[in-house]
């Protein structure tokens, strides 16, 4: 069997107290590092398009709500799951970068719509290709059936808590 860096943690800790269980602290502490992991390769490939994961966040967003590419700041914080505040600094910043315009919301005067631009669209598009081969790659490791069964387990346990 494999081992890894928690495989150590464990042994000490079923060392040091045997009283505990402590197959909660394995799971969780692989999820963990895995993420460290896999946030730093994903990270780098939004770099190369002179994005960050929250740019991305908001530029995929507006860009899987199709054609005319439009979501008013509150569906984004919806969809993001971020705050009001974080938000519009992130949509002032693309917004500075040439990536997305406010426009007038024809249905609420007082509002605005966040619109992907021409280059807004561009880079995101090339984005999202490099992003979804970079995930295919990390998950090289893993054949279809594990990757299917790991899947199928994380959507049950994010469920719990959504």
């Known amino acids: 069997m494999m081992m890894d860096h928690v495989d150590k943690i464990l042994t000490q800790w079923n060392r040091e107290r045997p009283d505990l269980d402590v197959s909660a602290m394995g799971l969780l502490g692989r999820l963990a590092r895995l993420r460290a992991h896999l946030s730093r390769e994903i990270e780098q490939v939004f770099t190369e398009h002179g994005l960050t994961s929250a740019s991305f ?27 009001s505040g974080t938000m519009t600094n992130r949509i002032d910043q693309l917004e500075k970068a040439g990536l997305v315009e406010r426009l007038d919301n024809p249905d609420d005067r007082r509002g605005v719509i966040i619109a992907l631009t021409e280059e807004g669209l561009k880079r995101v598009e090339a984005a999202v290709t490099d992003h979804v081969a970079n995930q295919h790659r990390l998950l090289k490791g893993l054949e279809s059936e594990d990757r299917q069964a790991l899947d199928a387990l994380l959507r049950k346990l994010l469920a719990a808590y959504e």
Do not use: I, N
């Not at 700041?73 to 971020?82: E, F, I, K, N």
């Open 57 to 83: 966040d908001v530029l995929a967003a507006l860009r899987r709500s199709g054609p005319p590419f439009q979501l008013s700041p509150g569906d984004l914080m919806a969809t993001t799951m971020v705050t």
